[in-house]
């Protein structure tokens, strides 16, 4: 299996299927070729399963119209500031503000100020797999990390985050 090897000064390897469909390995410096070939070769169903799964998002998104992206977009900006609003007053948190962004690689993210931005991509999803981001990025702003208090948060908040958390895993219908 073709990849592209990047060496940085880490401790673990890596593996990433990016939208190109090109693989990518990060290993820390110096570590063996043959050693990274084995474990390429060993996650080969795993990156098969990855590459299957890029292909069908790149088909869905190339299959969008422009009115399509624009509609979603219009969607995510009335429906998803709302949900920051009644989750973040369950949380007791205050975001310092909601964006809509074109992210193709998160879904959202939560600045070191409290501001939150989701991707419009997440308006592809079920309802609930957009309120268990909601809720994740509105624990951001009391933990800023994946610590276990951080998924305490958003347990709190959403007791079946687990499932909802599985809703993203599979490409949007």
Not at 62 to 68: D, K, R
Not at 91 to 118: E, H, W, Y
Request: proline residues 8%; neutral net charge.
């Amino acid at each position: 299996m073709d990849y592209t090897l990047i060496y940085a000064p880490r401790k673990t390897m890596v593996l990433r299927v990016r939208e190109d469909l090109s693989v990518v390995v990060r290993a820390p410096t110096g570590y063996p070729k043959t050693e990274i070939d084995r474990f390429v070769e060993a996650h080969e169903s795993w990156i098969e399963d990855k590459l299957e799964k890029q292909r069908l998002c790149n088909a869905r998104e190339n299959a969008l119209t422009p009115e399509q992206i624009l509609g979603l977009r219009t969607k995510a900006a009335a429906e998803l500031p709302p949900r920051v609003e009644y989750y973040a007053k369950c949380m007791d948190v205050v975001p310092t503000g909601v964006k809509i962004t074109s992210a193709k690689t998160r879904f959202g993210s939560c600045s070191s100020q409290n501001s939150l931005c989701f991707s419009w991509r997440l308006m592809l999803y079920p309802p609930q797999a957009i309120d268990y981001v909601v809720v994740h990025e509105l624990a951001h702003i009391r933990e800023k990390n994946h610590s276990p208090a951080f998924y305490d948060v958003v347990s709190a908040a959403l007791p079946d985050y687990r499932q909802l958390e599985e809703l993203l895993k599979t490409p949007p219908m």
